[in-house]
């Protein structure tokens, strides 16, 4: 029924997800967590994956690192390359060896997804004993290195530190350091600063672009706050019940955004201008009717059709194609000439 | 001039650190040290600021959920800090509070109706078919179905947990609301219908909000004055379009300038703080900011600035924004 996957760049794609469909087998039914999704990453570029909860962001996100394992009654189908690698088909070995060296991932909670029984030095040092085979006294200089790099102030007694000695930000840098010792081509990033506060994301934001560059990493950011993906990506991709509904340059999704449920996302922030002043006094937001459906169920048609103000009858019957609307500007959605001749 | 709705001074909550075997006490966080502000009625005055800055500890401490270590908390002109459970009873039906969590607030052996109706039978104020039309037309309001009143809270979405919590702060016709991140648990599409629905309700019953946000955002949306706390106490508070149009203390600049705007288009000169908040255990002495201020000098090391009032309605705590001051440019 799907088209050929549509994506907006192929070349000089460092990572390409074609056609991701995960799916988890429960008692009630598969739950298409993630039901065709297909993009590419280009070198050393920050791609925003964008939605609400359930979107299928995260499991998208683990399912290219493999990290869903397949005793949770999960079914995977689809292609993900990393330089040309297949890595659907690689044998959890070689799954092993490529984790955490060319392509590494951090999460939300810096608390949990660090060991807290290992000192952070030792969890920096070993990811580089293993991937670059370095001895114990290298790794650890590299390790100290790689703190004073994520600008953590006196780096050789904090490599000492357990986890539960640092602040919630301090973590999420030691989580960058891990992720980034052995200079990835991907790195992953799963909200990476929604557990934090604002000034503290505010740092933690300006050292990942600013090593994105100094090791022109490619990161895909993965975020729920419209704010975060302004300040950061250059092109974003948005998710819906499982499904990528529009991708688009950064600048052009917020100018012209061609899907309703991004134009529904975008107008429903309660939004502060650049002088601060507010842009509508204390007038009503507009909001997105309804909630989203549920996965259990094969979705016909337009996922969004039941919420959308300018749903056809063809919305529930056929789901629309990712068609290219402008230069690298796809959008999945019937009435996009409608959608975008409409006043805002 | 009738008193203000709320007026809370001096407000100081302490909570002691116990250590060892036996316990001892072995210091104090200073959650709340010092806060005084008033809301009127038909108002809404937002806390905002970041975790750990005591926001929710004053929310919790004006609803009496926290019993204050000092200050006063007066509900229309009558202080409640210091007042009996059983004389606090009667004031309680004046304030009701919305919580953040919509999964954890609700009791999930409740029906809907039931958890809306407790209010009502708690202070007698309806029974029987009374009560039952009262409910229906309190989920009318708040935007549930009537027929969700047999429904149990896991049978709803995020939102309408949320709705259902105001429908059982509403219920007893409280002049106050206190709403404590009511929507940060929320989606951006539901939080907008939760928003909407919070100023409908208030332009409707003349409802006065003290709403806990760390959200500047929401903040500047839904207010009409906004204090700023930093590690227990106010920095500035102020009307809305002065806070957001012309933020005083450094501190306040700088969330701002942290918090990210949602235009690409839109480059700006940022602010970026460096450093974490310190401990509400061991606050540094002086003005709480200085260790992070990039405006710090010797006087904010020692000597904790008084929150003044600055301009008109418009208070700051900080040295370097003398009363009838100039307001130029700070220079580091």
Avoid at chain 2, 308 to 327: D, M, N, S, T, Y
Wanted: aromatic share 4%; net charge positive.
């Amino acid at each position: 029924m799907a088209s050929e996957p549509e994506v907006a760049v192929t070349a000089n794609a460092v990572l390409s997800v074609r056609d991701l469909r995960t799916h988890f087998l429960t008692r009630d039914g598969a739950v298409r967590a993630v039901d065709g999704v297909s993009f590419d990453v280009k070198r050393g570029e920050t791609l925003c994956i964008v939605g609400e909860s359930g979107c299928g962001k995260s499991v998208s996100a683990l399912s290219i690192m493999r990290l869903i394992p397949e005793n949770v009654g999960r079914s995977m189908a689809g292609s993900v390359r990393l330089e040309g690698t297949e890595l659907t088909t690689l044998s959890e070995r070689q799954m092993r060896a490529i984790r955490g060296n060319r392509i590494s991932m951090i999460f939300q909670e810096p608390m949990t997804s660090l060991n807290p029984v290992l000192t952070v030095g030792a969890q920096i040092a070993e990811s580089l004993r293993i991937h670059q085979r370095l001895p114990q006294r290298a790794a650890w200089e590299r390790a100290v290195e790689m703190l004073a790099m994520v600008r953590i102030a006196d780096p050789a007694r904090r490599a000492a530190d357990y986890p539960h000695q640092l602040s919630g930000g301090m973590r999420q840098r030691v989580m960058i350091a891990i992720a980034l010792a052995c200079n990835p081509q991907v790195l992953i990033a799963d909200e990476p600063t929604t557990a934090l506060d604002v000034t503290i994301q505010a740092q933690i934001l300006n050292l990942m672009l600013e090593l994105k560059q100094r090791l022109s990493t490619a990161i895909v950011l993965i975020t729920h706050d419209l704010g975060v993906v302004a300040e950061t990506a250059q092109r974003a991709i948005v998710m819906y019940a499982g499904r990528k509904v529009e991708e688009a340059p950064v600048a052009e999704l917020f100018r012209n955004p061609l899907h309703p449920y991004t134009r529904g996302l975008i107008n429903s922030i309660p939004r502060r201008t650049a002088a601060g002043r507010r842009t509508n006094i204390r007038g009503r937001l507009q909001e997105i009717s309804g909630i989203v459906p549920s996965l259990r169920e094969e979705i016909v048609g337009c996922a969004f059709a039941p919420r959308c103000s300018f749903a056809v009858e063809r919305c529930s019957r056929e789901r629309p194609a990712l068609d290219p609307h402008a230069p690298e500007h796809l959008a999945a959605c019937w009435e996009v000439a409608r959608v975008a001749a409409a006043v805002r | 001039m009738s008193a203000p709705l709320l007026r809370v001074t001096g407000l100081k909550k302490h909570f002691p650190v116990h250590r060892g075997l036996p316990s001892r006490v072995v210091g104090q966080v200073y959650a709340v040290d010092g806060v005084s502000f008033d809301i009127a009625r038909g108002e809404t005055l937002c806390l905002v600021g970041e975790s750990g800055c005591g926001k929710s500890t004053v929310a919790k401490t004006v609803m009496r959920l926290l019993a204050p270590t000092a200050g006063t908390v007066a509900l229309d002109g009558v202080d409640i800090s210091r007042m009996g459970e059983a004389q606090l009873r009667a004031h309680r039906r004046q304030m009701q509070i919305v919580f953040q969590d919509p999964y954890s607030s609700l009791n999930p052996y409740l029906s809907a109706g039931a958890i809306v109706s407790e209010p009502l039978t708690n202070f007698e104020l309806a029974s029987g078919q009374e009560l039952e039309q009262r409910v229906a037309s309190l989920f009318e309001r708040v935007g549930l179905r009537v027929d969700a009143v047999k429904k149990y809270p896991h049978e709803f979405s995020g939102g309408q947990r949320q709705r259902l919590g105001i429908a059982r702060a509403l219920a007893v016709k409280p002049s106050l609301i206190v709403a404590d991140e009511p929507v940060s648990a929320l989606d951006v599409s539901v939080q907008a219908q939760v928003l909407n629905l919070l100023i409908d309700l208030q332009e409707e019953f003349g409802l006065a909000y003290l709403f806990v946000s760390h959200d500047l955002a929401v903040v500047e949306h839904i207010g009409h004055r906004v204090a700023v706390m930093y590690l227990g106490r106010i920095v500035e508070l102020a009307g809305n379009a002065d806070l957001f149009g012309a933020a005083l203390h450094p501190y306040s600049e700088a969330l701002l300038a942290a918090a990210p705007v949602p235009d690409p288009e839109l480059r700006r000169e940022r602010m970026v703080l460096q450093g974490d908040v310190p401990s509400p255990m061991a606050p540094p002495p002086g003005c709480h900011f200085h260790t992070r201020c990039p405006y710090a000098r010797e006087r904010c090391r020692t000597e904790t600035p008084p929150l003044q009032e600055v301009k008109p309605a418009h208070w700051v705590a900080c040295h370097l924004r003398p009363v009838g001051g100039p307001f130029g440019q700070l220079t580091r």
